[in-house]
């Protein structure tokens, strides 16, 4: 009998509460050609978010995957944005769709003059907003899929996985996203303590 009650106590116990998780860090990569074009987007993006705190360095997006040259031409670069601002994590879904809405009115006969991938910094992961269903991706609505890209670990530890696109993995975004993530901690830090009072 004893036994019993002490099984029901631990099986109560461990019932997970649905609780909404402390906001997450807001980043947005720029895929581009044209830098004006690409201060343009950054000017839109900063109205509707908020003001960046971190932006990586530039790097030859081109030079390690072809995957976009067709649609965009050769020689693109890539960018992440940081935003000062930490945001639901829900919110990740409508950044994809505003995003998108802005991609197709960048285009040139149908083609993107910029790609921008949203996405989050936690403390343990870096997830992407996609429009492309896949095996490990989570659907959010709208058309909007998430993907957990990268785990983050101990000691600054990059944990790549199966999926990872291969640029998160290389420098400079690599050390940007770690960056990011202890600007993050920060900034987490300061809710929690908000949450509190």
């Keep these: ?10 099986r109560r116990s461990a019932m997970s509460e649905l609780l909404e998780p402390v906001k997450a860090n807001l980043t947005i990569s720029v895929m581009f050609r044209d830098g004006t074009l690409l201060e343009e987007i950054r000017s839109i993006l900063e109205k509707k978010y908020g003001k960046t705190d971190a932006v990586s360095e ?3 997006f081109s030079s390690i995957s072809p995957y976009y040259d067709p ?7 890539k960018i992440v944005f940081s935003f000062k601002e930490p945001v639901p994590r829900d919110l990740l879904k409508d950044v994809k769709l505003f995003c998108a809405g802005l991609e197709k009115k960048y285009s040139d006969n149908g083609n993107r003059l910029v790609n921008l991938d949203p ?6 992961n ?4 996609t429009g492309k269903n896949y095996s490990h991706r ?5 058309g909007v899929f998430a993907e957990v890209t990268l785990m983050f670990g101990k000691k600054n530890a990059v944990k790549e996985l199966p999926w990872s696109y291969r640029d998160y993995l290389y420098e400079p975004a690599r050390s940007f996203l770690l960056e990011v993530r202890e600007l993050y901690r920060a900034k987490r830090a300061a809710l929690l303590k908000n949450m509190e009072n």
């Design 1 to 10: 009998m004893v036994k019993c009650r002490v099984f029901e106590f631990l």
């Design 119 to 124: 996405g989050l910094v936690t403390l343990e």
């Design 126 to 129: 870096f997830i992407l907003a």
């Design 138 to 142: 989570i659907y959010l609505g709208s």
């Design 58 to 60: 530039v790097y030859d």
């Design 71 to 77: 649609e965009m031409g050769s020689g693109i670069k």
